[in-house]
């Protein structure tokens, strides 16, 4: 049995099955006619809903595959022969040679499955006839006349996605390529990984704290021209640090970006124009594969938080775009190289709700060989809406019959701690509790907004927002339909939409995929951006210890040179980087990595230098609600003031009083401090703690003599574009009124 998967087609299904396979340690051919892959989506500007450029969409894709050593893009090609049955398919490919008419050359493929993602609609669709498939009049190919699945065809070992069956639309596409990775995995399972190759571990660039910074700075200039619009090159050649400035565009696929970092002349990298919010993870990986440590990359936000917003006001926008290129380029010359954390995964994954789509995905995560405990929370799984269906009775069998599913009726989920990879969960059986670890999480309830669901308990510890309609919202985007906001839970079937049984099992199963990307491994790599204890400053008066929503600090006391010394340590395994300890802290001794005090101070301080006639607020945003709905505002272009100069934090509980009042007294006009909405904080408590300083820090305004109108608080969520707009128009004229800070350098 071969452990590798040849996907057929390089649009959007092909890209997302053969990701999901590659994450769950298969290796994958991926075979695509065209002349690169990307598909129709590549070429159209916004998805549908429009809430994101198309290519935007699909980049992080088309990264994991020509970065992932365990991927073989074949374009120009096609399918000449297929032998062989499930485990062992003998592919007869042939592909024509770059820039050349006619010159082809033909390679064998040994796979163990085959997924065909497209149908007639491509050129050769003559060559799928080569499947030893069978195919409808209008060039389709037909499901198994045995199976009522939808990603199986005649042909046992090959399976079928996307426009392979009919047209479909990008959220579909989406969730049936996952269905069809699944699927393939689980054919697969018991050679997982036999056949990867170790990746190369990228040579780092070694940087020393002493080192001068040497800033490269990429302008995208997006949608709107920056470089002309705003003349912003210019400008930043003469900040501090910077050494070479370029105009590009993110089309590029950031060429510019390797081109620049791989000259070894660089150790800070600065990109402006995109969102960090979309893009960050992409321009690491830009940065990362160059040698650069992914830390040393700062993202200026001049697209959203500019350009479109004050695209009625060019000189506005023009000044405050250096404001922002200042500030960013202030903070980048701060950054250190982190190092990735590796952990150990807890290879279980915890479905809650025995629903028609949590038994199939329970029942195709045992498939693939891995260990589930399902919740249900009345006593017999017989009885759950939907569960009555003919074609769930097979599934409800494996689900009693499987060892590796752990069954548990009449139970309902207490409580969650944890991260992505390694969740603690307590479940509640007749008053009774019990502790599953599991590193994924899978909703499958069947919602009733009246009654209590089994997954109660899990709405407060991840943060998981119900719609008007009752059902738990996924992350923003047509590709995202099963993913939660928080990393490693996932969303399917009734819990997440009104579906039919079909499409319940189909969701379930895309689910199972989408949870053994994360517990198919044993480790993974996890953000460093965790709290950092600064020994020196730390007495031990144990003030963060309890305000730690994880409880991931421990006080320690030991003997040092015959004293008593109290000092605190953060668990790794655990910490969120939530920055709560962080302004709980009265000593500056605990930081979180990336996003330090110092880092804050130096961004309030450039941002405050050679201000205008106009108010200037300083604004700290969460990066889970207030900043993605600056962002949303931007992409809507809808305008306000430009006043306001956002600071992108982890959470609005992060942000310590002192900064706040330093801001203040150095003469910012107002400072904004933009959280969630209370219940729906990622870090738990960040949002409350946060409310809890508001009255210190009014009785402190009052100390230094300033009005309270000067500080605001403000819950606003991601999807809340034109209320942040609304909160910055009546901030601005609330200080127009009142007049300059009495702390200004120029009233
Ligand atoms: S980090 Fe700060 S709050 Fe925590 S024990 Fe040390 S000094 Fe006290
Ligand atoms: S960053 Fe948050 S989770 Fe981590 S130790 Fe501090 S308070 Fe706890």
Wanted: proline share 5%; aromatic share 4%; hydrophobic share 40%.
């Amino acid at each position: 049995m071969k452990g590798t998967v040849l996907v057929i087609g390089g649009g959007i299904a092909g890209m997302r099955a053969a990701v999901e396979l590659l994450l769950q340690r298969f290796k994958v051919y991926l075979l695509e006619e065209g002349t690169c892959i990307g598909g129709k989506t590549a070429t159209i500007d916004q998805l549908f809903p429009p809430s994101e450029h198309a290519a935007c969409a699909i980049q992080p894709l088309i990264l994991e595959l020509t970065s992932n050593p365990n991927a073989t893009i074949l374009t120009s090609s096609k399918v000449l022969s297929l032998h062989g049955g499930p485990g062992d398919f003998k592919v007869e490919v042939l592909t024509e040679q770059a820039g050349t008419k006619g010159d082809s050359q033909s390679t064998e493929l040994t796979v163990g499955a085959v997924i065909v993602t497209k149908g007639p609609e491509i050129e050769s669709a003559e060559s799928l006839e080569q499947l030893g498939l069978e195919f409808n009049d209008k060039g389709y190919i037909k499901k198994d006349p045995h199976s009522n699945h939808p990603c199986r065809t005649s042909r046992s070992g090959v399976f079928m996605c996307g426009t392979a069956q009919k047209p479909k639309e990008i959220g579909e596409l989406v969730v049936q390529a996952c269905a069809a990775a699944a699927a393939a995995a689980a054919l697969l399972a018991p050679v997982r990984g036999s056949e990867l190759v170790t990746p190369t571990e990228s040579t780092t660039l070694p940087i020393s704290p002493t080192d001068e910074p040497k800033i490269a700075v990429v302008i995208d200039r997006g949608d709107v021209n920056l470089s002309e619009v705003l003349n912003l090159d210019e400008y930043t050649r003469t900040l501090p640090g910077v050494e070479c400035v370029e105009i590009t565009s993110y089309s590029d696929n950031g060429s510019k970006i390797t081109e620049l970092l791989g000259t070894g002349d660089f150790n800070r990298l600065v990109v402006a124009g995109p969102s960090p919010i979309t893009h960050e993870y992409l321009f690491q990986r830009h940065a990362e594969n160059t040698g650069l440590n992914r830390f040393l990359l700062e993202i200026v936000n001049l697209h959203n938080h500019c350009a479109r917003v004050h695209s009625d006001n060019g000189a506005a926008a023009t000044n405050k775009a250096r404001i922002l290129m200042k500030m960013g380029i202030a903070r980048a010359r701060l950054l250190e190289p982190i190092g990735q954390l590796r952990v150990t995964i807890t290879q279980r994954c915890l479905v809650v709700g025995g629903s028609p789509a949590g038994v199939a995905c329970a029942a195709k995560l045992a498939e693939m060989g891995l260990q589930v405990e399902l919740v249900e929370l009345t006593g017999d799984l017989t009885k759950v809406p939907g569960n009555d269906q003919q074609i769930v009775t097979p599934l409800l069998d494996r689900c009693r019959a499987q060892e590796n599913i752990h069954v548990h009726t009449q139970t309902r989920v207490e409580s969650v701690e944890g991260r992505m990879g390694n969740f603690k969960v307590n479940l509640v059986r007749e008053g009774e509790t019990t502790t599953v670890e599991v590193g994924a999480i899978v909703m499958a309830a069947v919602m009733d907004v009246e009654n209590e669901s089994e997954g109660a308990g899990l709405e407060e510890a991840l943060a998981l927002q119900r719609g008007e309609d009752g059902f738990y919202i996924s992350t923003e985007g047509a590709m995202n339909l099963l993913d939660f906001d928080t990393a490693g839970a996932f969303n399917c079937g009734s819990a997440r939409a009104m579906l039919t049984t079909e499409d319940a099992l189909i969701d379930g199963e895309a689910a199972a995929s989408r949870a053994a990307c994360i517990i198919a491994s044993n480790t993974m790599t996890r953000p460093p951006t965790i709290s950092d204890v600064i020994d020196k400053n730390c007495d031990g008066c144990a003030y963060c210890v309890d305000t730690c929503p994880t409880r991931s600090i421990t006080l320690l006391e030991f003997m040092l040179s015959g004293d008593i010394k109290k000092v605190v340590e953060v668990s790794e395994r655990t910490c969120i980087g939530c920055g709560i300890c962080m302004s709980t802290c009265p000593k500056k001794g605990i930081d979180v990595k990336h996003y330090r005090l110092e880092f804050f101070s130096e961004m309030v301080k450039t941002a405050l230098e050679n201000a205008g006639d106009e108010p200037v607020i300083v604004s700290f945003c969460c990066n889970r609600c207030a900043y993605p709905a600056a962002d949303a505002a931007g992409s809507a272009g809808i305008q306000y003031p430009a006043s306001i100069r956002i600071i992108r934090t982890v959470c609005s509980g992060m942000i310590h009083p002192n900064i706040i009042m330093d801001a203040l007294t150095q003469g910012a006009d107002g400072v904004l401090l933009c959280g969630c909405h209370p219940g729906n904080c990622r870090s738990r408590e960040g949002i409350r703690k946060a409310l809890d300083r508001k009255e210190a820090i009014e009785l402190m305004l009052e100390d230094f003599g300033l009005e309270p109108e000067r500080f605001r608080l403000e819950h606003i969520a991601a999807s809340e574009g034109p209320k942040f707009a609304q909160v910055v128009r009546d901030m601005t004229d609330e200080l127009s009124s009142l007049g300059p800070s009495p702390y200004r350098q120029n009233p």
